[in-house]
C-alpha cells in the first residue's frame, strides 16, 4: 500500500478544492432557491471525472504501446520521465496558483454563476463551470497516476480513495456543516505535496539517465559524461542500499513518499535541493502575504 499513499494525497487535496467549489455553486443555488438546476452541477461532476479517466486510459494505452521488446529499453523510461517532468510542473503551477487565488474563489466562482443565471442556456454556464474545475483538478492526478506508471495499479488504488474521501468531507462542510480548518487543511497538504513533487525531480533525472546510458550503448554515441555509475547525474553521494535499501519498509514507505532513493548522485541531490528550496520559499510567502492579507481585513472589520 505503499506506493498508494503519494496518489491519495494527491487525489484527497485536488479532490478536496473541487468539492469546495461545487460546495459553493449548490450553496449559492439553495440561497436563491435554484435547487432545480444541481442536475447540471452533478452531470459537471460527473463528465469531469469520465473526462480525466478518459484521458488517464490514453495516456496508460500511450505507455503500453510502447512496452515491447524493441522500443521499450529507451522509449518507457523517456516516456515515464516525460510525464513525470510534465507532473513536476502541472503539481507545482497549481499549488502556487491555488494558494494565491484561495482568498478569492469565492467570490470568483459566485461572479461566474452570476454572470450565468439569468441567462439563455443558464444550465450551461454551471455544467461548464463545475466540468472545468473537477478537470483542472483531475488532470494532475491523472498525470501523477501516469508519471507512477511502473508501480501497477496500487496509485490508482490510491487516487479513489483519495477522491471518495475528498468526497466525504466535501459532505460534511456542507451538508451536515461540520466545522474543518480548510486553511490549516490545506497548508500541511501544501507542505506534504512540495515534498513528494521534490520527490518526483529524483526520479525524473534517474529516468532521463537511463535513457542517455541506453542510447550511448545502443547508438555508439558520446552521451555520458558523468561517472562510470551514471551517464548525466555526476558522482555518488551516497549508498545506503546496505542500510536502508529503497525495496524494504521502511526505505519502500519513503521512496513512495518523497522519492528516496539509496543511491543518490550529485545532480540529483543539486536539483533535489534547488527545487525543494525555490518552490518552499514562493509558497511561504505566499502563505505570509495571504496571512498578512486576511489580519489587514480583520482589523478594518473591527
Known sequence: MEFALPTFLIALREGVEAALVVGIVMAYLQKLERTYLYIWVFAGVVGGILISGGVGLAFNWLLQSFDTPEVAPIFKPLLEGSFTLVAIAMLSWMLVWMTQQSKLIKGEVESALNQSLGQRGEQWGIFSLILFAVLREGFEVVIFITAKFQEGALPILGAITGLISSVLIGVCLFQFGIKINIGNFFRVMGVLLI??????????????????????????????????????????????????????????VLRALFGYTDRLYLVQAIAYLGFLVGIGTIYWQILTNTRLFSIKNSSKNT
Open 195 to 252: 515534498l513528494i513533487v521534490s520527490g518526483l525531480v529524483i526520479s525524473t533525472l534517474g529516468h532521463f539517465d537511463t535513457v542517455f546510458r541506453l542510447l550511448s550503448q545502443s547508438e555508439s554515441l558520446s552521451l555520458c559524461w558523468a561517472s562510470p555509475n551514471s551517464c548525466i547525474l555526476g558522482g555518488l553521494v551516497w549508498n545506503l542500499s546496505t542500510v536502508l535499501p529503497q525495496r524494504q519498509f521502511p526505505g519502500i
